[in-house]
């Protein structure tokens, strides 16, 4: 089993950066891929970015030349780094990691608040 918490967020303003922090533990051999989802008022939970166990990566549109995935040599921690923050990128941010074991459902964090606001 894998358990993720997540750490970093807060009250910004427009135009400001911030980074959020997913520490892993548990099997994290067994992980095929961390992702940063998150959650707008209102709004379905959306895939973020993603990194995957050969450090392939992927973004949404939408934060694609702003937000930059990363994990360390460990694979304990992913970070999210996300630049040029715009009020659209409000939300609860989550941390989910998917499983290389078959029928294993993917595990989830808490979720950290993500203000962008003047």
């Known amino acids: 089993q894998v358990q993720l918490v997540e750490s970093g967020g807060g009250l910004v303003q427009p135009g400001g950066s911030l980074r959020l922090s997913c520490a892993v533990a548990g099997s994290i051999a067994s992980i095929l891929a961390v992702g940063w989802y998150r959650q707008p008022p209102g709004k379905e939970r959306e895939l973020v970015a993603e990194?995957?166990?050969?450090?392939?990566?992927k973004y949404a549109d939408s934060v694609k030349g702003r937000f930059f995935i990363s994990t360390n040599n460990a694979r304990d921690t992913v970070n999210l780094q996300m630049n040029s923050l715009k009020p659209d990128d409000t939300a609860v941010y989550y941390c989910?990691?998917?499983?290389?074991?078959?029928?294993?459902?993917?595990?989830w964090g808490q979720g950290t608040q993500v203000t962008v606001s003047s």
């Open positions: 989910k990691a998917d499983s290389s074991v078959r029928f294993r459902p993917p595990a």
């Open positions: 990194i995957r166990s050969d450090y392939s990566t």
